[in-house]
Structures are given as C-alpha cells and as structure tokens.
C-alpha cells in the first residue's frame, strides 16, 4: 500500500495558502494502524508561530453521529435491544400516537423518514431541554417516509434521543462506555471542553458574544443549546481515535468483547439501502462524491471541516480534519480540497 504523501501535503499547503483554513492534520491507513500522516498550517492564524499538530484536538460537529449516534445504535441493534425495522411507535412510548411513531430507524439511518429539513430548535420550541425533546419528537413530518432522500440533522437528533431511551443513560455515557473507552479513544469527549483539554483545540467561528472564536465550545448551536451533548454535533476527537475507530471497522477481529458494533452492523451501513432513490445512502454512511456505489469508498464530514473515508474493499481509511469555519462557511473550497485528497488516499 502507497500513498503520495507529497501530492496530499502540496495540496494541503495550497489549502493553507488560500485560506481555505488555518491548518489541517490528515492519515491515510489500514486496518493494521497509520500508514502516512502529516500536519500542515498553524492551530491559529492570530498566533502564526504555533503550528498545527498531530494531537490538536477538533470540533467533530457532524462525525458525532458517526462517532456517536451510528456506533450506539449499532450496539445497540447487535445487542437485540433495537428492530431497525420496527416503527418507533411499537415499542417507544414518547412518539407513539405521533407523527414520529410511522417512522423506522432505519429511515432515520438513510434520512428517509421524510422529516422536517431544518433544525431550529431554539425558534420552535425554545430553551428548555425537555420542551425541545417533546418538540422534535412529536413534530409533524415533512412529507411520507420513505418517499426521498433528504438530509436532515434532526435524524441523528431523533436517533440520539432513541439510543439514551433504550439504553437509559445519557448518549455521552452511553458512547463512552460501549465505543470510546473500548477502543482506546481518551481523547475522544463531549463538550464544553476543560480549559486545559480546550488550549490545544483548533478554534472554528467567531462567535459575536464572546469575541473570540470558539475553542472547545461546540460550533453547533443546536449541541449548544442541548448543553453540549445531542445526537447532531457536540464531540471533540483527534486524529488518532478517528484513526482507531476506522481502524477498528476494517478489523472487528480485534474488537474486545464489551465494544458494540461489528462486522455485521458495518457491512450493513456500508450498502446502499436508499434501493432507486438518490442520492445513494447507506446506514448514515454515503459513497464519496466523485465515486460510485460499486467503487465502495464511504464517507462522512462534519461542516467545522473534519472528514472521513473508509473502504473496505480497498481496505484503507483516510482521515481530513481542517478547522475551515475560522474562515467561512462557504462550503466549496473545502469541497475541492477533499474530493482531490480522497482521490489521492484511494487511487
């Protein structure tokens, strides 16, 4: 297995140099560990001497529900505790008799569910935790499940939600116990940040009430406003527990006994299961841009500029977290940057 480690750093360089963001820190490897990795840019453009490092620690935004959400209910669905396929209302009291109750986890998992596009929690339902919880679970739908495809961060909120009822502790412990722990990811946590951990976090947007950009403070507002842990957002990590995690999905023999998903609830997610509606989905999983579903490269992001492929018939992962929004929120740079790196982590 190669990688072009000269064609990647130059093309993260450039990302540098244009702004796309301060500074990146990237691995390509397999289900053995690492196998090429570098650190380009600096952690903050205001401290230009402190350069990006292989432990800086990101706002995952986004790979929470991987890293979380998808994880949990994988455990969860291996452990017999979930029917994917069972409506919500069956067994989960709080939607029956609501809109919700005709959805199934797995339309939650393919954003089938044919849910509301946008969030706005605070708008809808105000500040209270509990208010906003019956909310989002007793909403009206936007249109029939199973009808299209649309993303929707309200599907990993919902999914969060389910995953703390089943399991009956918070979705931080529960991604703690069963996932974190496990496999070796200490640096792997919800936010808000202690002081100490939130120094070597890579800042993201500045936020006009503090006056500073945000450091170990979820970007989200939605993770914000649900004091830091929701299925949506919220976690931090670095690139080696993102790297023991796509490790992991290439190599469940390794798995200890009490981590809770395998092989089958990977292979699962890592299918088409949106059957002929488009765009292709898997299990909250979808085929990278640039590729098709038989090329079998999977990916997720995180829109603070985090990002992760996996194959697992080329068995490798490849591994992109930016700190883009210190910037802007404009999407397309970023795009082109990691649809050039990940065609350069799966040649």
């Given amino acids: 297995m190669t990688y072009d480690v000269d064609r990647i750093e130059a093309l993260l360089d450039e990302g540098v140099r244009d702004k796309v963001y301060p500074g990146a820190v990237w691995a390509v490897g397999d289900a053995h560990g690492i196998r090429a990795q570098g650190t380009r840019g600096v952690l903050d453009p205001d401290e230009p001497d402190v350069p990006m490092r292989a432990d800086t620690v990101f706002d995952a935004a986004s790979l929470t529900k991987i890293l979380a959400v998808w994880s949990c209910i994988g455990a969860l669905w291996e452990d017999g505790a979930l029917d994917l396929d069972q409506p919500l209302g069956g067994f989960w009291p709080e939607v029956t008799g609501h809109p919700l109750g005709a959805v199934t986890a797995r339309q939650l998992l393919t954003h089938t569910a044919g849910l509301p596009l946008r969030a706005q929690l605070k708008n809808l339902y105000g500040t209270n935790r509990e208010d906003i919880r019956r909310g989002v679970l007793h909403e009206q739908l936007n249109r029939s499940p199973g009808e299209a495809v649309e993303y929707t961060d309200r599907a990993a909120l919902i999914l969060g939600f389910l995953a703390e009822h089943i399991a009956g502790c918070p979705l931080d412990q529960l991604a703690t116990d069963r996932i974190w722990r496990p496999l070796g990811m200490d640096s792997t946590r919800f936010g808000p940040l202690p002081n100490a951990i939130a120094a070597r976090c890579a800042p993201t947007e500045f936020d006009q009430d503090t006056d500073t950009h945000l450091k170990g403070v979820a970007h989200d507002f939605s993770a914000r406003l649900l004091g830091g842990v929701c299925g949506i957002a919220g976690s931090f990590t670095v690139l080696d527990d993102v790297a023991l995690f796509l490790r992991h999905m290439l190599d469940t023999?390794?798995?200890?006994?009490?981590?809770?998903?395998?092989?089958?609830?990977?292979?699962?997610?890592?299918?088409?299961?949106?059957?002929?509606?488009?765009?292709?989905?898997?299990?909250?999983?979808?085929?990278?841009?640039?590729?098709?579903?038989?090329?079998?490269?999977?990916?997720?992001?995180?829109?603070?500029?985090?990002?992760?492929?996996?194959?697992?018939?080329?068995?490798?992962?490849?591994?992109?977290?930016?700190?883009?929004?210190?910037?802007?929120?404009?999407?397309?740079?970023?795009?082109?940057?990691?649809?050039?790196?990940?065609?350069?982590?799966?040649?």
Avoid: C
């Avoid at 798995?255 to 292979?267: D, H, R, V």
């Avoid at 088409?272 to 098709?292: D, K, N, Y």
């Avoid at 080329?314 to 740079?333: C, E, G, M, S």
């Fill in 253 to 347: 023999a390794t798995m200890l006994e009490q981590l809770g998903f395998g092989p089958t609830w990977i292979a699962e997610s890592l299918t088409v299961q949106t059957g002929p509606l488009e765009p292709a989905r898997g299990l909250f999983w979808h085929p990278a841009p640039g590729t098709r579903p038989g090329d079998d490269i999977w990916v997720h992001y995180g829109f603070t500029g985090t990002g992760m492929w996996i194959s697992p018939r080329q068995h490798r992962w490849a591994v992109l977290l930016t700190n883009k929004l210190f910037y802007t929120r404009d999407r397309q740079p970023l795009t082109e940057v990691r649809n050039t790196f990940r065609a350069f982590a799966f040649d």
